[in-house]
């Protein structure tokens, strides 16, 4: 992203089963404030045959990353 993130909702990291199978979020900042969540582990109202199971998820924050909320990841999880 280009400037700051601040996520106060859901935001959900997927993979199509022929795709990736992890991601990244980049921005100057990144704060996940309370009650929010980022995560790839997709909840069952989401979830689809279509979907890696699991996927790797990575926050690269070139500045500060502040988490309030909750941010989980069904793979591996990297926080820079």
Request: net charge negative; charged share 20%; no cysteine.
């Amino acid at each position: 992203l280009k400037g700051d993130l601040n996520n106060y909702g859901s935001i959900y990291a997927v993979s199509s089963l022929n795709g990736a199978r992890g991601g990244a979020i980049r921005a100057d900042d990144i704060t996940n404030q309370s009650g929010a969540l980022i995560s790839s582990v997709l909840p069952s109202n989401l979830s689809s045959d279509s979907y890696r199971s699991k996927v790797d998820l990575e926050l690269n924050a070139r500045g500060e990353l502040t988490n309030l909320g909750t941010i989980e990841s069904s793979g591996n999880l990297t926080l820079v």
